[in-house]
């Protein structure tokens, strides 16, 4: 009998479960989107509930559509969507609050606080991260200060803390009886509470932070059985993965050796290169991140580029503006021009992330003249993806000290030619799109199906990564430098936006 592991992939805009087989293809999937929540400016939540149930709609959808069952499962892995946090009661299994998304900004003043005198990065040496909204424990931190009574029930035991991935698993593996409280190093490394050079919680990051360590789940390996899910369809079969969704890209698109780097288009985009088992401190405005860490081997790190808004500005242009009914159709309005006319958006609705960091900023469309139509705003809109990227990639050339030769890509947004041709032509690299782009769910398949002995080695991934197709740049010396002084010039005028005495949400 064929056997298969299912990878959860629970993201930012939408739930899915897919089947994948010993060549790593795609044998079976589903999807579906959930409630993107907008209180107030800068705040963005998930209902948890509707998370869970849509992940346990979506395995279900998955297994019928190739007539599978549990059976058929070797093992389970699951990638999420990193940083959203939540509190839930132990008893009931009941959220105290929405989840708190990696996107919103309410903990702005709190990171402002925490920082004090030593400034944004005074826990970067132990975290490799700056202290930033987008982070999970100052988000828990504000759930303790603003619901009622949920801090002395935390220091009680009575309520825990999760990163999206430890609240699949809890829920798959039997919820208030019994489901494991547990995260994988990569998502722990993202909450401002993990110490990268011991992997474990830091008491002093905790107490100063504000989140009691009772509420904290174990901190395991990417790649190992937690256990099995209990009850429902997959009753029995193991859990035997969990990866961030960008680091579970780096792992499916085989970037196993140091030195090799993916970047996913997604709602943002995340560019992450692995720096072996050398912690590699950024100087020029990167994150230092677990990679992935495969049973009890040493972990591997990375350096990471995390741009907030790109896919989530198609999304913006398609609900906010109605400029086009669907996200493909901003290529085809893109196309119906040949440049951007001299128009730049810069969507830095969250402020900007790397490499600028800078919470001040908000959005901007500039360069605007008569002449500006909507084929060149969707153009700018585009492009702006490629610019982010390629400040993210020469900050990487900078803190490496290599000087990457080719980008390999995946994501929503690599689907857009346009895009993609624009993108080798700033960056002057080769980018190719592997055959599977779903290379997030296929990497906590493999994570997982690695632990269980699915698959043998790490070599099995490399063999199944396939190329489907590469862009050259074509684009003269000149051009390239007039467009990033433009980029350059918008980007500037983002700066300083946010006053102190307006309330930003
Ligand atoms: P995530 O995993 O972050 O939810 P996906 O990888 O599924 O994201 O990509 C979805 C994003 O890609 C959406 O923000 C959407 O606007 C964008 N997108 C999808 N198709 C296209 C396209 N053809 N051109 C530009 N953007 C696109």
């Known amino acids: 009998m064929p056997t298969y592991v299912l990878a959860i ?34 705040w963005v939540e998930h209902d948890p509930m509707e998370i869970w149930e849509n992940t346990r709609l979506v395995i279900g959808g998955a297994l019928a559509s190739a007539n599978l069952n549990s059976s058929h499962i070797a093992a389970v892995g699951i990638t999420n969507q990193r940083e ?19 996107q919103d900004t309410r903990t702005q003043r709190l990171c402002e606080q925490l920082a004090g005198d030593a400034g944004p990065r005074r826990y970067a040496e132990r975290t490799g991260l700056p202290l930033a909204t987008y982070f999970a424990g100052p988000k828990a931190r504000w759930l303790l200060d603003h619901v009622d009574g949920a801090r002395e029930r935390a220091e009680a035991g009575e309520l825990l803390f999760g990163t999206i991935d430890t609240w699949v698993l809890w829920n798959l593996t039997g919820g208030p009886q019994g ?62 993965g969990i990866l961030g969704d960008q680091q579970a890209a780096t792992f499916g698109q085989a970037c196993l050796e140091r030195g090799s780097a993916k970047n996913t288009y ?15 401190p950024s100087a020029n405005g990167l994150l230092t991140t677990v990679c992935y860490r495969l049973g009890d081997e040493p972990a591997v790190y990375a350096l990471e580029g995390s741009i907030a808004v790109t896919g989530s500005l198609v ?107 624009f993108q080798a032509d700033l960056l002057g690299v080769d980018v190719i799109r592997p055959v599977v782009a779903e290379t997030t769910a296929l990497g906590a398949a493999y994570a997982a199906g690695l632990a269980v002995g699915y698959w043998e080695s790490t070599a099995d991934i490399v063999a199944n990564w396939g190329e489907d197709k590469r862009w050259h740049s074509q684009m003269d010396s000149a051009t390239r430098e007039r467009l990033r002084r433009g980029w350059d010039k918008a980007v500037a005028r983002t700066l300083d936006w946010v006053d102190e005495d307006v309330e930003q949400g």
């Open 9 to 42: 992939d629970q993201g930012t805009t939408s739930t899915r479960a897919m089947v994948f087989d010993h060549r790593g293809r795609v044998v079976s999937a589903d999807q579906r989107e959930h409630e993107q929540i907008f209180p107030r400016a800068g």
């Open 315 to 421: 999304q913006w242009l398609r609900d906010n503006l109605g400029l086009i009914a669907s996200a493909p159709q901003v290529e085809t309005l893109a196309k119906t021009v040949t440049d951007n006319g001299g128009a730049y958006v810069v969507p830095a609705f969250s402020g900007l992330f790397a490499p600028h960091w800078r919470p001040d900023a908000r959005g901007a469309v500039v360069g605007l003249t008569r002449y500006v139509n909507k084929g060149h705003l969707a153009r700018a809109a585009l492009e702006s993806t490629a610019f982010q990227t390629m400040e993210v990639l020469e900050a990487m050339n900078a803190d490496s000290g290599v000087t990457l030769t080719e980008l390999k890509v995946d994501g929503g947004m690599t689907a857009n030619e346009t895009l993609m041709q």
């Open 266 to 280: 997604g709602t943002g985009n995340f560019m992450l290169l692995n720096t072996g088992t050398d912690i590699v």
């Open 179 to 240: 489901g494991l409280h547990v995260t994988d190093v990569t998502n722990a490394s993202r909450t401002l509470l993990m110490d990268l050079h011991t992997l474990d919680w830091d008491d002093e990051l905790c107490g100063q932070i504000g989140v009691p360590r009772a509420m904290l789940p174990q901190i395991r390996s990417s790649s190992q059985v937690y256990g099995n899910c209990h009850p429902g369809i997959l009753d029995g079969v193991p859990v035997a």
């Open 84 to 102: 959203t946090t939540l509190v839930w009661d132990k008893t009931s299994g009941t959220p105290i609050a929405n989840a708190i998304v990696w």
